[in-house]
């Protein structure tokens, strides 16, 4: 039996502001709702520059840590919490979400967004994960966090601002390059 090769999750493009976005598709919650923060930050490219041309997905817990099962994501209006997201970046390379603090999915564990992007350059789409910064101790415990150099380990970190957002940039490459996750099955 030959061995199947694994072949690029993304053949042409970038394509994703033509075909992917949909209505609200960035917005968890409507922006200004109770409860809503928004998450934020640039996708760089191994140069430092904005990628103008990323898409960010994210999949999160509800406040009260419960990982959402129900569907409706692409009709959000009037739909229950999914817990999931998609924005494409501007042309700065920006992007955000409006959304919940997601809550820790277990006592003493550390709360986080599951951050997946795909950009140019990107034969498949890489995943990471944005920690909420409160709960240090939580954070200390994490075993992902637990595992990596600090300096690599603030680099998974969000920044609390002022009005209660989260800011969450991302690197794709270079010296400051977010640390990226492999799940088993998954071939990059």
Known sequence: MAEL????????????HEALPYDHDRELVPPGGAGAIRLHGYVYDGA??????ALVEIRQADAAGVVPTTEGSLCRLGAAFTGWGRGSTDRTGHYWFSTVDP?????????????TVFARGLLNRVFTRC???EHEAALAADPLLAGLD???RAGLVARREPDGGLRFDIHL???AETVFLTFPGHRS
């Open 48 to 53: 430092g520059a904005g990628a103008p041309d």
């Open 131 to 133: 920690y909420l910064p």
């Open 150 to 152: 600090p300096g690599r």
């Open 5 to 16: 090769i694994a072949t690029p999750g993304q053949t042409i493009g970038p394509f994703f």
């Open 103 to 115: 809550g820790p999915v277990r006592p003493g564990a550390a709360a986080f967004f599951a951050v």
């Open 173 to 175: 490459q270079g010296d």
